[in-house]
Every structure is written in C-alpha cells, then in structure tokens.
C-alpha cells in the first residue's frame, strides 16, 4: 500500500511540474523599424508602428520624470505621482484599451493571454510593467530612479504573466 502511494504522489508530482510554466525574461533587442528607442529618457516609436502604438508611447512619455507613490493613478488617471499599476493603467486608458485604473494582480486577467506584437503587460500579484514596441515601460527594477520610466535593462519575469490588447 505504501509503495503505491508513493507512486501515485510521484506521478502527481511529475504531472503538476510539467504545468507549471515561467515567463521568459524580458530582454531588449533591437529590430529597425519595429524597436522603440530611447532619447533622453523618452520613448521614440520606430517609423512603421501603428498610431495606437504610437499614442501608448506618447502616453508613457507623459509620465516620465512624475514620482513613484504607492497607489498613484488609482484615484484619477491625471495624478501627481505613479505606482505601477497606476502608470500601466494610464497608458492603457490612453489608447482606449482600459476604463478604470486597475491594481497589478487585476491585470494577471487583462485582456488575452500570452505575448502582443506590439504591447505585452507582465503581470504578478504585486507588480506590473508593461513592453511597448520592445521597450520596457516600468517603476521597478530599473536605473535606480523612481517613478515611471522607460528601460532597455534586461527583468527577469518569474511569477508574472504575459497578457495584451486584444489585436495589438
């Protein structure tokens, strides 16, 4: 009886690990024409982008240089400091793509599953950071610096998930 026991706990353990599944790192890479850059801090859309990329650009550019604050942009998307779901919630507001300012472990759920072309939003229960155009749009794990900005530096991104607009 033992030994079938364990047998069976064995096969559980075996089946449950190969579902578990983690989220590649995010990693900068560069492609003419599909890559935004940075300058001076801000986000620069490569030439062939679709306006709504565009726009989210234009929208994460907006907050660049406000200070991070816990819980900022919940109350309001036009607030005077960021946390990371307010700063995600904010670009996603911008392009039409969200309607309420909504906390990280929320996002976990936003709109579809996996990699967007152009937007990708990685989600965990305590934090959010999204890629636009293959830059990293984040409050954490960055230069240093608070608030919301900009970041070619390479996260690692156990724990979160990987979800998009829907078409982009």
């Known amino acids: 009886m033992q030994v079938r026991r364990f047998a069976v706990l064995l096969w559980l353990a075996a089946f449950f ?3 578990v599944s983690t989220t590649p790192p995010y990693v900068y890479h560069y492609v ?3 890559t935004a850059t940075l300058e001076n801090g801000l986000a620069v859309p490569p030439v062939y982008a679709p306006h709504i ?3 989210a650009i234009a ?3 907006d907050l ?3 200070p991070y604050r816990y819980g900022g942009g919940h109350q309001t998307y036009y607030d005077t400091g960021y946390d990371c779901s307010g700063a995600v919630s904010y670009v996603l507001h911008a392009i039409g793509h969200l309607h ?3 906390p990280s472990n929320e996002l976990r759920d936003y709109g579809e599953n996996g990699p967007g072309r152009w937007i990708t939003v990685y989600a965990s229960n305590g934090h959010v950071f999204m890629v636009v155009a293959g830059l990293r749009f984040d409050t954490g794990y960055g230069s240093g610096s608070s608030g919301p900005q900009w970041l070619t530096r ?3 991104a156990d724990r ?3 979800r998009h607009p829907p078409g982009l």
């Open 59 to 61: 929208a994460g550019n």
């Open 53 to 55: 990329v565009i726009s």
């Open 154 to 156: 390479s996260r690692p």
């Open 17 to 19: 690990s190969g579902c």
């Open 160 to 162: 979160f998930v990987m």
């Open 100 to 102: 309420t300012p909504t």
């Open 64 to 66: 660049i240089g406000k």
């Open 32 to 34: 003419p024409g599909r």
